[in-house]
């Protein structure tokens, strides 16, 4: 069993909405922080967003402040990343991650990795 899977990437205009999620093995047992990350071609991974899911405490990267929101459903051990008024530059394979520690936006700070889903926005 994958300790994380990610679902709900897809096609979008710019301008238009997806909600991702994350559903996590270990929901808030083993793990305390979930971050996304997106990667775009030939881009190094990057962290957008993360929750501490002890106190719900979130941090977003400064792109996507006002625009993308985490959220929680605890009954179904998934996290989602809320992506509104999408762009073009937002195209990327998004993942999220896990790890025992303290929330961060650094991608080398994550022990769990899912498998990612695309988010391509058209101009």
């Known amino acids: 069993q994958l300790p994380l899977v990610e679902s709900g990437g897809g096609l979008v205009q710019s301008g238009g909405s997806l909600r991702l999620s994350c559903v996590v093995s270990g929901f808030s047992v083993k793990y305390h922080a979930i971050g996304w990350f997106r990667q775009a071609p030939g881009k190094e991974r990057e962290g957008v967003a993360c929750?501490?899911?002890?106190?719900?405490?979130?941090e977003y990267e400064d792109s996507v402040k006002g625009r993308f929101f985490i959220s929680r459903d605890n009954a179904k051990n998934t996290i989602y990343l809320h992506l509104n008024s999408l762009k073009p530059e937002d195209t990327a394979i998004y993942y999220c991650?896990?790890?025992?520690?303290?929330?961060?936006?650094?991608?080398?700070?994550?022990?769990?990795w899912g498998q990612g889903t695309q988010v391509t926005v058209s101009s």
């Open positions: 991650a896990a790890d025992p520690g303290l929330p961060t936006l650094n991608r080398f700070l994550y022990e769990a």
């Open positions: 929750i501490d899911l002890r106190d719900s405490t979130t």
